[in-house]
């Protein structure tokens, strides 16, 4: 079985531009517009994954907000998570769902190290087996915390609405349709949704939910 292709630093995202660039005149147009594109890198683990929960269906700015306030009340660790009061998680800006959902993966017991030898759809699935965590969690984790090059997360609004301004379309592609737009930029999906995350910033002038 090979390895899982990484990226690990910027000069993997330049080699993922540089394909994309020779795949596609649209993102050879594009890329050079946005600039640098972002590593984007996080440690691996129970905390990476707790970001992720509490980055879903909200912006940026409440996401970093929220995270900031349970980093300062020692909660961004799995134990201190997993013992916490429902009324504590609550006061830090949690959703009750968000408070259940965190403390059930902190209950897990989820080899995390693990999964960085698995390929990429047995650790997706391994995630979406604890509370909480959907498909487009589980790319997110794999893309940013594992440094999977080829994870795309097709269901992000965002991506959607990126690739719709990009290619001039009529209607937003749904997941199924932007999977098989994605299907020449492998094996560097990863960076393609960081430029679509980028394309839609200069586009809209405001961040996605990522």
């Known amino acids: 079985m090979a390895e899982p292709r990484l990226i690990l630093t910027q000069d993997d995202i330049d080699e993922g531009c540089a394909h994309l660039a020779a795949v596609c005149p649209v993102w050879a147009r594009v890329l050079p517009e946005l600039g640098p594109l972002p590593l984007r890198r996080q440690p691996d683990g129970f905390g990476a994954m707790a970001q992720a929960i509490v980055g879903q269906q909200v912006s940026v700015a409440a996401a970093a907000a929220i995270w900031g306030r349970l980093q300062a009340a020692g909660l961004d660790r799995q134990a201190t998570l997993r013992d916490a009061e429902d009324e504590t998680l609550r006061a830090a800006g949690l959703s009750r769902a968000k408070a259940r959902y965190l403390r059930g993966i902190a209950a897990a017991g989820l080899d995390w190290e693990g999964l960085r030898d698995l390929p990429d759809d047995r650790a997706i699935a391994d995630l979406v087996a604890l509370p909480g965590i959907g498909v487009w969690t589980a790319e997110i984790y794999l893309k940013f915390a594992l440094g999977r090059a080829d ?13 719709r301004g990009l290619y001039g379309l009529a209607d937003r592609p749904r997941a199924a349709a932007l999977r098989m737009m994605a299907e020449p930029w492998r094996p560097w999906r990863a960076v393609a949704a960081r430029g679509l995350w980028a394309y839609y910033r200069w586009a809209k002038g405001r961040e996605g939910t990522l």
């Open 151 to 163: 994870v795309f997360a097709a269901g992000d609004m965002a991506l959607q609405e990126a690739a």
